[in-house]
């Protein structure tokens, strides 16, 4: 896999995908675990039959010796679509001086989490979004969804103004069915309304994860002297005093971290920062690990 190496792959082995609410999430064949009727591997327990029970599930055994009829339950396990959604806009383009760019960054912890997903049974699948979101591959199970997931994230080049809150939304509207959502993105522009947007994804029953890729000098501002500021997403470019903007700079940005980690774990929901050019295993791990 071009996004995933086995280097990458070697430091993941252990993970998993565990979904909170998998059982409500899919009826599939996979590895999560939920009580079902009828025929299945292992049995878990009898119970009193009810009218609308399918009569192949009844234990005729057991009625042969106790004059009842009860139904036989076993524990099913649930294949759950987990769905990518991954930005690409013009932001997710930058890239720090010898390190690849977010967007690339967002590749990697994408392929990640798809190779995750497809080892353990279950289903993945991709939506790209800058201005408008796009369901850029359905999610399916199987090995040969791993390399048409990787070709999908070759063919998101980093393009275009984005309305983060409005294109979360957008990409809500794109997910065919309810599954596990891992939203990786710069989180760049309007906070509260994107932090409105997943919510709504938790409202629509969906299990959300999100990782913010972010480069150094986003958080660092290493520049010195007069620079002229070019934005990725249009606008003027702008002549600052970096080493004037720098303070004010910084104290918006760690605020804007401050509330994305707060409100999203008041919010309950798994949240990770990675680098371009860090550990960002070690990240997803701790992630996941929660």
């Keep these: ?42 049995f878990a327990q009898h119970r ?4 609308g029970d399918e009569s192949r599930s009844i234990d005729w055994k057991a009625y042969a010796r106790l004059d009842r009829f009860y139904v036989r339950e076993f524990r099913a396990e649930d294949r759950i679509p987990v769905f990518i959604l991954l930005d690409r806009s013009g932001s997710m ?14 590749r990697h ?17 991709l939506v790209t979004f800058s201005a408008q979101a796009q369901l850029a591959l359905p ?3 199987g090995a040969a969804q791993l390399g048409t997931f990787d070709d999908a994230l070759t063919a998101a080049a980093a393009s275009g103004e984005t309305d983060l809150a409005r294109a979360i939304e957008n990409a809500a509207e794109a997910l065919p069915r309810r599954g596990m959502v891992v939203l ?22 969906h299990e959300v994860l999100v990782v913010r890729t972010i480069d150094p000098d986003e958080r660092d501002f290493p520049y ?25 700079y910084r ?25 371009t050019g860090g550990h960002w295993e070690a990240a997803l791990g701790r992630l996941l690990s929660r």
């Design 1 to 42: 896999m071009r996004w995933l190496d086995p280097a990458s792959q070697a430091r993941l082995k252990g993970l998993a995908l565990s979904p909170r609410r998998a059982s409500g999430l899919s009826g599939a064949p996979g590895k999560h675990r939920t009580l079902a009727r009828g025929h299945s591997r292992d």
């Design 48 to 51: 009193p039959y009810s009218y």
């Design 93 to 106: 383009g930058y890239a720090g001086a010898g390190r690849p760019s977010k967007l690339d960054l967002g």
């Design 109 to 125: 912890v994408a392929a990640a989490i798809a190779w995750l997903a497809l080892s353990q049974g279950d289903e993945a699948g």
């Design 139 to 141: 999610p399916r199970a």
């Design 184 to 205: 990786i993105s710069d989180l760049m522009g309007d906070t509260a309304g994107a932090l409105k947007a997943v919510r709504a994804l938790t409202a629509r029953r």
């Design 224 to 248: 010195e002297g007069p620079c002229l500021m070019e934005g990725l997403e249009g606008g003027e470019p702008l002549f600052v005093d970096a080493r004037e903007a720098a303070p004010a």
């Design 251 to 275: 104290a918006a940005f760690a605020r804007q971290a401050d509330v994305y980690a707060g409100s999203l774990r008041r919010a309950g929901l798994p949240y990770a920062v990675v680098e």
